[in-house]
């Protein structure tokens, strides 16, 4: 099953020179909970703006045009066609991790959404591709823990396909 994860500000940005604009680590701890045990798919971009390594416990496929990237420890994919075969055939959780354009391009074949929303604003580069929110429905929405080191106001989404 594919499934969308991502955090965004209220104003749709995702990500600031291939990183994350903010700190929140209840959401990195959401992430790693969500993902750990299953495959994540991201482009070149993202996984070199995480350091250019796989995260624990989790299968990594990074997406690229490049037929000639190579990375240590995680599977190179160069088309949507190729991770929707090995999706169907891992039987488990292939996770999109970004960034936009990878969004883009696979939304229309996940089946699931986890949102984090973020009631700030920050400045970055990178926003998440115009959503078709009445093709979604929203299934859980629990509000973040705030304290020194997750200062801003913010909800944990899950949404799934409407219609399945």
Request: glycine content about 8%.
């Amino acid at each position: 099953m594919l499934i969308a994860i991502w955090a965004q500000d209220k104003n749709g940005l995702i990500g600031k020179n291939n990183r994350l604009p903010w700190h929140l680590p209840n959401d990195l701890r959401f992430f790693k909970e969500a993902t750990t045990n299953h495959t994540l798919v991201m482009g070149r971009k993202t996984f070199e703006g995480m350091g250019g390594r796989p995260l624990p416990n989790r299968q990594t496929i990074v997406l690229t045009r490049d037929s000639g990237y190579q990375a240590s420890n995680v599977l190179v994919m160069h088309s949507l066609e190729e991770v929707i075969d090995y999706d169907k055939n891992n039987g488990g959780e292939t996770f999109i991790a970004g960034g936009a354009a990878i969004y883009t391009e696979f939304l229309p074949y996940c089946e699931k959404i986890y949102r984090t929303f973020i009631e700030a604003s920050f400045e970055g580069d990178a926003y998440f591709p115009l959503m078709l929110w009445n093709k979604w429905q929203l299934t859980e929405r629990k509000q973040g823990q705030r304290d020194e080191k997750n200062p801003y106001r913010y909800y944990f989404e899950t949404y799934e396909r409407a219609g399945s």
